[in-house]
């Protein structure tokens, strides 16, 4: 039999070992425990990674999508404007180089030539990129280009004009016009008169240029003066109805120079003092001042046709120079004699279609270079012819022939009125037109006039109630013609 101590001893042995069970178990508990917070641990990591992965790669997805559509957006506009650009300068290249053709023969026989020559050109720089580029012309509207192409004073065809009452020669260049690619070439300081800017043109015995807006009350002056061996340009601002006048700003380089006057340039280099041409109410009235101060050359495109003697622009800018129509010209029928007045395209418009892997783009493009301004909205008239068919003892008796435009197809009325001494003696009832273009004819008679001299006046208007007028004087002698004699 085991003693009491023996199995005290014995106890303890299997107590022992169920505490180092117990312990052991615990241990392997907490062992366990440790591996799942790490395995979580680790689980964890990756995922934030995985969507740390994600989300940069939807972003750079987006980031790449949107460069690309905006890359795609940038060249469609880029390559919009090269075409406006382009076309402009085919427009401009066709009207001095063909000088002197009619206006038909300008828009669909020289112009789509060029256009033909040109449009490869652009198309292939487009296709290297790998676009398409498709530009095909839609319309034209008719101008008249005025130039003077041989360096000499700035004077019309026929001496003695003096509309403004200032110094001889002054006179006007253009009437009731919206104006483009305004140019004074080979300026050089030895022609001009010298003055220290600021000062008053009227006074300073200077060549300017004034621009009047017709609808408005502002009248600028382009003063061109010589000033320390350099060509100078001044620009004096008036609002005669406020009795107010300043000096806007000038600008100087060496000579010779150009003069871009609605390009807001002189030299090459901007001249902030001309941006007055962007706000500008037109049309406008365009007048050359003491033309025998200055030296050089000009050109000037305008909205109307005026290319022909019996045209709208050439008979109103010859009444206003000298009084009648035809005690002029202003201006010579050909490029071979200057200053000339010639048929010319004042806008080119072309269907435009750009299409690249992100982008497709098609618009109508507006082409007309050197335009200060938004495109002309006023209604124009773009013939006048007036036959003289009075009884030079009786009654006097005018058959008039009419054409009007205009830029936004929205015509509304045509008046047409006899007139003596600025007194209507003969108004017949304003005739309704409509859409782009339209032109009709009336007789108009004076039982008193037999003999006296008498002038036609035609106004366009609008839907928008703008409006512009043109006239054409006549004696009443009964020569029959149309327009000026030979």
């Known amino acids: 039999m085991a003693s009491v101590d023996e199995l005290v001893e014995c106890v303890r042995r299997e107590t022992n070992k ?87 023969e300008l828009a669909d026989t020289h112009l789509p030539a060029a256009l033909a020559e040109w449009r490869p050109l652009v198309v292939r720089q487009q296709v290297v990129s790998g676009r398409t580029l498709r530009v095909a012309r839609v319309d034209n509207t008719e101008g008249t280009r005025i130039a003077d192409e041989s360096a000499g004073e700035f004077r019309p065809q026929t001496s003695g004009a003096n509309p403004l009452g200032y110094g001889d020669p002054n006179w006007l260049v253009a009437d009731s016009v919206e104006v483009r690619n305004f140019l004074l070439g080979q300026i050089s300081a030895s022609d001009l ?7 008053d043109p009227e006074d300073a015995g200077t060549f300017f240029v004034e621009v009047r807006e017709r609808g408005g009350s502002e009248e600028w002056q382009v003063a061109l003066y010589e000033d320390g061996g350099s060509v100078g340009v001044l620009v004096w601002d008036e609002d005669p109805a406020e009795a107010d006048e300043e000096a806007i700003g000038s600008c100087q380089t060496p000579g010779p120079a150009t003069v871009d006057l609605t390009g807001a340039s002189l030299g090459g280099e901007s001249c902030e003092a001309l941006s007055f041409f962007e706000e500008a109410q037109s049309p406008l009235d365009i007048y050359y001042v003491n033309g025998d101060d200055a030296v050089g050359t000009y050109e000037l495109v305008v909205d109307r046709a005026g290319h022909a003697t019996s045209d709208a622009l050439k008979n109103r800018v010859d009444a206003e120079n000298y009084g009648r129509h035809c005690d002029g010209p202003t201006y010579a029928d050909s490029p071979s004699n200057d200053p000339y007045a010639a048929a010319a395209v004042y806008s080119t418009t072309v269907d435009f279609r750009f299409a690249s892997e992100s982008v497709t783009y098609e618009t109508e493009v507006r082409a007309a270079n050197g335009e200060p301004g938004p495109a002309p909205k006023h209604p124009r008239v773009t013939g006048l012819s007036v036959t003289d068919n009075s009884d030079p003892d009786g009654d006097a008796s005018f058959a008039v022939n009419w054409e009007v435009a205009d830029p936004n197809a929205d015509l509304d009325s045509v008046t047409v009125e006899l007139r003596q001494g600025g007194s209507p003696v003969d108004a017949p009832p304003s005739v309704s037109v409509g859409g782009a273009s339209d032109s009709g004819s009336v007789t108009l008679s004076d039982s008193n006039g037999g003999g006296g001299t008498y002038t036609v006046v035609v106004t366009v208007t609008d839907d928008a109630g703008h409006s512009r007028t043109d006239a054409e004087t006549h004696a009443a002698d009964g020569d029959g013609g149309t327009g000026c004699p030979p």
Do not use: C
Not at 31 to 37: I, S
Not at 193 to 199: E, G, N, Q, V
């Open 18 to 104: 169920e505490d180092s069970k117990t312990m052991k178990n615990m241990s392997q508990t907490k062992r366990d425990r440790g591996q799942l917070v790490l395995v979580g641990a680790l689980t964890l990591a990756v995922s934030l990674v995985v969507l740390a992965v994600v989300l940069n790669s939807a972003i750079y997805t987006e980031n790449l999508a949107s460069r690309s559509s905006e890359a795609g957006t940038s060249a469609a506009v880029d390559a919009r404007e090269s075409v406006r650009d382009g076309v402009g300068g085919v427009t401009d290249h066709v009207n001095r180089n063909h000088a002197g053709a009619d206006y038909t």
């Open 193 to 199: 008169t010298s003055a220290s800017a600021p000062f």
